[in-house]
């Protein structure tokens, strides 16, 4: 055998912890400008929609874990189901985004948790069956256009309250919310999967 081969290459990406977040909710919610805030604080008011999703990650640190936070940014338009029946394979988290300038975006909800519920736990046989559903933040967002508001704090903590969602009210615009809402997410996925992480040689301090 060479002497190169002997040497071991180090391998970076085993030190980082994979976590695999997506984002569902309507097309115009905010979904895309919320992950741009998270991922490089910026902000534009011109409106471009997402073609089947988009693709980003950040390495960020939680409770001395290095996470590398593959984004998958999902378009809401009914015609993508299943570009995003496939990408909620084996996702962490879900970032549920409502506008809280449209009065219907309460109602449809439901409809959205049914989805995630569908792709990501699946029916017996199916391939993306997962064992437990992903830990799913409901971001109500626009919370800067104050005189567009037509849901209530009350409607959105009911509804959240309904499904068991951790509620966070957000402005990608301001960036109100936004770094609180990924920080807590993350957290509770680093509780969830520390010992597994531990085990596979996940660096931790
Ligand atoms: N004022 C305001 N506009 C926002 C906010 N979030 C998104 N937008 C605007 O709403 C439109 C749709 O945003 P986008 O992130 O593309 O929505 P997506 O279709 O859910 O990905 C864009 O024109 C954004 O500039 C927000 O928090 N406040
Ligand atoms: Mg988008």
């Not at 073609?51 to 999902?74: E, H, P, Q, S």
């Not at 967002?141 to 009911?158: F, Y």
Request: charged fraction near 25%; hydrophobic fraction near 40%.
């Amino acid at each position: 055998m060479s002497k190169q081969l002997q040497t071991p290459i180090p391998d970076f990406s085993i030190c980082l912890a994979w976590v695999k977040l997506v984002s569902a909710g309507f097309p115009g919610s905010g979904k895309t400008s919320l992950i741009k805030h998270f991922c490089d604080s910026r902000f534009s008011a011109g409106y471009q929609p997402t073609v089947g999703a988009d693709y980003g990650f950040k390495v960020f640190r939680v409770d001395g874990i290095d996470l590398r936070v593959n984004m998958w940014d999902l378009s809401g338009y009914p015609e993508y189901l299943e570009v995003r029946n496939e990408l909620y394979s084996g996702c962490d988290g879900v970032l549920l985004t409502i506008d809280l300038t449209e009065a219907k975006s309460v109602a449809n909800i439901d409809a959205w948790m049914r989805e995630i519920a569908q792709c990501c736990l699946g029916s017996p046989g199916q391939q993306q069956q997962q064992s437990s559903m992903p830990d799913i933040v409901l971001l109500a967002n626009k919370a800067d256009l104050k005189d567009k508001r037509q849901v209530t704090p009350a409607d959105a903590a009911k509804a959240a309250a309904k499904h068991k969602l951790h509620l966070y009210e957000t402005s990608a615009a301001t960036g109100e919310g936004v770094d609180k809402a990924f920080r807590d997410l993350l957290q509770r996925i680093v509780q969830r999967n520390r010992a597994a992480w531990a085990a596979r040689g996940v660096k931790m301090e």
